[in-house]
């Protein structure tokens, strides 16, 4: 809308400028000089009184045409202005546009899986509630861009391009936390992919049979079936050289 009525009141300009020089015989300088002033409505076109009518009935249109754009483009500059902003943003300064991961909860889990989504060439951007959270510190060095704010605030995730991202992984270490982002994400963007952390009890369940937001990881689990796999790696290669 900004960019719709900004783009509207250039071409009322560019009118009015044209029709001065046809109708008033005025240099290009001196046609957009006075037809600004009389597209903002401060002073009048000179010689405007013994003009064709043509030029007056074309110039009247054009201004009235340009305070309806000049109310638009304020009305859009002023919710602009006033829309909250992200005001906390650690690690890379530019967070991407569109495409990335956006990752909420940036603990020990959330950090690790920036890393490897770093690793992969996949764009991420991480949102943390905690400003004095030990990894947020460690965001800068590692290049990934994290902002302080509540992941299941709606107005956040829409600064963080809830509409763009290709993927939301709410990754905290609170189950309802993360169903709150997941339902949260769901409304904002019907279909986007959600990967939620979550442990095996009842929150689980409930969430994987009544709302079917996405892929649910026990983060738990997971490490234990890695630590499994490992100890069996280290005995088989003890057995084997044995």
């Not at 309806?68 to 890379?92: E, H, I, Y």
């Not at 990752?103 to 949102?127: K, N, S, T, Y």
Request: aromatic residues 4%; glycine residues 8%; proline residues 4%.
């Amino acid at each position: 809308m900004l960019a719709g009525a900004g783009a509207g009141l250039l071409l009322a300009l560019i009118a009015q400028a044209v029709i001065s020089m046809e109708a008033l015989h005025e240099t290009i300088v001196e046609a957009v000089y006075f037809s600004t002033r009389s597209v903002a409505t401060v002073a009048d076109v000179p010689g405007v009184g013994s003009s064709p009518a043509w030029f007056k009935v074309l110039s009247a249109a054009d201004t009235v045409a340009a305070l309806l754009l000049l109310a638009v483009f304020t009305a859009a500059l002023v919710r602009r202005l006033s829309r909250p902003r992200l005001t906390t943003l650690f690690g890379a300064r530019a967070a991407p546009a569109r495409g990335h991961v956006l990752l909420v909860g940036f603990g020990q889990v959330g950090f690790r899986l920036a890393q490897e989504l770093c690793r992969a060439g996949i764009p991420v951007v991480a949102v943390e509630r905690d400003a004095d959270a030990p990894c947020v510190r460690l965001a800068r060095a590692a290049g990934i861009p994290v902002a302080i704010g509540r992941g299941d605030d709606r107005a956040t995730l829409e600064l963080l391009g809830i509409r763009r991202c290709a993927v939301v992984a709410a990754v905290t270490s609170t189950d309802l936390v993360n169903v709150e982002v997941g339902l949260a994400a769901s409304d904002l963007s019907p279909g986007i992919p959600l990967v939620l952390r979550l442990g095996d009890g009842e929150v689980a369940a409930e969430t994987d049979s009544l709302l079917h937001l996405g892929r649910i990881c026990d983060a738990h689990a997971i490490a234990a079936a890695t630590l499994l796999r490992a100890i069996e790696e280290e005995q088989s290669h003890r057995d084997a050289r044995s």
